[in-house]
């Protein structure tokens, strides 16, 4: 979806998961959420929505790709949003630990398997690419353990929305590293976002 499509649509879409994962986690988890902490969540949300998604890009955008990025998205959404929903389960069992274990290792299989079937060949990178490649498997298997630990401490319902509000902290650092301008509609995002995250974080005091 990304190599397709707008980076923005299919980030934002991908990180609507947050609200798969807390009507399942209500749904199959049994979990209870008061009505101020659903309020939260919704500004979460809406705020990631504003943050993220350019609408008036779009509406003018309508290509092919474009359409199928966001059918790839939305399967992302829906995927994300069952495994950090179920993550739960065994994390309650085993720990946090050995369940992001077993899901790497189950990567690796998986990857190969897709690589196969798209007829995507193995590209050793260069040594330009090597530090970003590290980086991002290192912060991406770091923040699913947190993930995890943090499930095994709380509620999936509160701590998805928190976790998927990632693309807010996107576009700063995109701004402070890459010099991206950030619009009005990204300040309000961000503002917005932030207060469903301080208000949600008030109420679990």
Do not use: H
Request: hydrophobic share 55%; glycine share 6%.
């Amino acid at each position: 979806g990304l190599r397709i499509g707008n980076a923005s649509v299919v980030g934002t879409i991908s990180a609507a998961f947050i609200a798969v994962t807390v009507i399942m986690s209500v749904l199959f988890l049994g979990e209870k959420i008061t009505l101020y902490q659903s309020l939260a969540i919704i500004i979460i949300f809406a705020g990631v929505i504003l943050t993220g998604l350019d609408f008036k890009e779009l509406r003018q955008n309508k290509s092919p790709a474009m359409n199928k990025s966001i059918w790839l998205a939305i399967v992302a959404m829906i995927f994300w949003g069952i495994y950090y929903t179920f993550i739960k389960i065994p994390v309650r069992e085993v720990g946090w630990f050995f369940p992001e274990l077993i899901t790497l290792l189950l990567a690796i299989p998986i990857a190969l398997f897709m690589m196969k079937f798209k007829k995507t060949k193995l590209i050793v990178p260069d040594k330009t690419t090597w530090a970003p490649v590290l980086g991002n498997s290192l912060l991406l298997s770091i923040s699913d353990f947190c993930y995890n630990y943090a499930v095994s401490k709380g509620m999936v319902a509160i701590v998805a929305p928190i976790a998927g509000s990632y693309p807010t902290l996107f576009v700063l650092l995109a701004s402070l590293v890459f010099k991206d301008p950030i619009t009005t509609q990204q300040k309000i995002g961000i503002a917005v976002t932030l207060v469903g995250i301080v208000g949600i974080s008030f109420l679990l005091v």
